[in-house]
């Protein structure tokens, strides 16, 4: 302060000075002119676009004239919801040399603005403002969708999910009904609710990726759900559709929960079920809290009755197999949403008396439901199961041995039924074999993997988890009253495995090329139960190449489901993939988490191997594959496939005690330009 004070008393003594030493000059000095304006000129070259798609990046450069220094152009960055306003490459830039903006990847709205300044940095009262509109692609996404999800809790209890909702091409949804199996937590009981009238929101992202919250009208318990997505196939013409995406819950604001599935772009016209349905389901029974697969055969043969002519059911429950259940019914009409009921009755365990199964229908289209167990409002209900059922069409009552021809891949997820476990996706199978159309199956190879199952290990040597890995051979037979249940049998694995290996398999075909549905159980050595679905697999050459959306679930003794797209390079040395998940990790959501990998080329029937990478380096342990996982593909067609991880016993470092089962489709981007 001291210092500042003797620069203030210099400048009056210096003009007294002056003054002096001019006598009685008649100069008249006044105050110095003013400096010359500023001639310096910023303008954009070329002018900014005015609208960004979220994700999506674009150069602005702005030159500077009248500058003999060339001192550049400084930019700033804002919006009305900091900090996601996107970001900025650089914030100083040579004049004529470009910035990149790149708009935020999510947005909590259909639109944003941004505003990017471009000011002279020789003169910032010289500038140039760029108001940029991000917008998403909801408008992609309209119309009503059946969706369904099945995964577990905290505690490893089922948690099965099915509805539908109605997006309105703007970020929101207006109305849906919903159906979920869970663990109140208020009272410890698995129990089955029912909701209406639902709102939320949701989001769809440049490369595929995007988020669903539903706000449930009138259950607290369930409290809003979020779900990630990654749409498949989208329509090329105006206004455009996303038909299908898949799916998986990644919270509620009071259920710590996990699970996948899908959603389907519901039909415009559906009608009331009727003819045969193939059907399967799984999950657990309420009176033991076991392991619990259904399937079977469906026959709606007069309006709203399911007669014992045609119609069939087969029981897994943990242990036990009860084949041939005679099983009748009836349903009530569909809603406005396609929501109707059925009820059943069988002799399904406990037998006595003779337990009633009632089911929750949301109809996809004339030939695909998505069904969920009801009768459990109260923890008194008979089951907590879910799964699909697919119609047989005019082949309903026709099927024989000659129906069931081609090569087929199957995927299966269950329950290891070993040591006491109940959790589901415990158990992972995925496999190909050709049936001959007159009893034999041949060229036949699985990929089966039991969590917890210790049988092939030894005294000196312990293990948990089975691996069977192997070529098999075998026979079927389909019912001969022509319902499309069949009967399989795999024998002649090579490599055996210990104590060798005899699956229960039953297999129910259907109508207008849909893909049979499959219920298959373990034996003694390595107990298991599950349902899946067998594809029939196109002709040669069999490929795999370009984008593709994914979803899957990993076992490790708590759950993990995720959704991603990637990207698949063929023509690599080594071929590879890069993309970008989002996973349902410790039951917290973990977006955006980038992975890489590998994989050979694929061999005539299909099958191949691969490789998948966790990249994100900051949370390591946290990553989508961590770090690495082994896995074998399974190529249905050019469009779509299976994965299954087959590190689960391998010695060395890529061991890591974790079952994966995934499932890949083609995926068509959302824009011109979109990744």
Known sequence: MAAKRCMVFLVPAAMIIVLAGCGGSSSNL??????????????????????????????????????????????SLTCQNPPDCGSLSAMHTASGSPTTYTAPSTISASSMSVEIVAFATKDRYKNQVAPITINTFDNSIKGTY??????????????????????????????????????????????????????????????????????????????????????????STSPHVLSNALIA?????????????????????????????????????????????????????????????????DEILKFKVTPNIAVAGTITPPD????????????????????????????????????????????????????????????????????FSGTYVFGVSGADL??????????????????????????????????????????????????????????????????????????NFNPNPKFGYQPITFLYLTGSGDPPLVLQGGDNHYPSVGTGVAYPQSASPLTFTGDYGLSFTQQNGSENDGTAQVNANANGTPPSLSGVADINLGFAPNPDQPFTGSFSTPAPNGRFQGTLVGTNNDIVSSVVFTPQIAVDYYIIDAGHGFFVETDLVTQGAQQNGQVSLGYYGARTPVCDGCP
Do not use: C
């Not at 999800?149 to 919903?178: H, M, P």
């Not at 657990?284 to 697969?293: E, G």
């Open 30 to 75: 006044g105050p110095p002119p003013p400096p010359p304006a500023s001639t310096v000129m910023i303008a954009f070259q070329p002018e900014p676009s005015g609208s960004l798609a979220v994700g999506f990046s674009e150069n602005l450069t702005a030159v500077v004239t009248n500058d003999p220094d060339n001192d550049g152009v400084d930019w």
């Open 146 to 235: 059946v969706l369904q999800a099945q995964g577990v809790d905290s505690s490893s209890n089922t948690y099965q999910f099915a509805g539908v909702i109605v997006l309105d091409g703007n970020g929101g949804i207006s109305s849906g009904e919903q159906t979920v199996n869970f663990v109140d937590p208020f009272t410890g009981t698995l129990v089955t609710k029912s909701d209406s009238s639902l709102t939320g929101s949701y989001f769809l992202g440049s490369d595929g990726r995007g988020t669903i919250t539903i706000n449930p009208n009138n259950d607290a318990d369930i409290g809003t759900e979020t779900f990630s997505f990654v749409g498949l196939s989208i329509s």
């Open 249 to 313: 819950a990644v919270s509620t604001n009071t259920l710590a929960i996990s699970a996948s599935g899908t959603m389907d772009l519901q039909a415009s016209a559906i009608a009331a079920p009727a003819g045969g349905y193939a059907f399967v389901a799984s999950g657990l029974q309420i009176a033991k809290m076991f392991p619990l697969a259904l399937g079977g055969v469906l026959n709606i043969d007069s309006p709203s009755t399911i007669s014992g002519n045609g119609s069939v059911s």
């Open 336 to 403: 406005s949403f396609g929501q109707f009921t059925m009820n059943l009755t069988g002799d399904f365990s406990p037998s006595n008396p003779p337990p009633k199964l009632q089911f929750t229908g949301y109809i996809v289209d004339n030939n695909h439901i998505r069904l969920i167990e009801s009768d459990n409002t109260s923890g008194t209900g008979f089951g907590s199961t879910a799964g699909l059922a697919i119609s047989q069409g005019g082949a309903t009552g026709t099927f024989t041995d000659s129906s």
């Open 418 to 491: 070993s040591n006491g476990n109940v959790a589901p996706s415990t158990q992972t199978s995925v496999g190909l074999f050709t049936a001959d159309g007159s009893g034999s199956l041949t060229n036949g190879f699985t990929d089966t993997f039991l969590l917890l199952n210790t049988v092939q290990g030894t005294g000196t040597q312990p293990q948990t988890g089975a691996q069977i890995s192997a070529a098999f051979d075998g026979s079927y037979a389909v019912d001969s009253n022509g319902t499309g249940r069949a009967s399989l049998t795999f024998n």
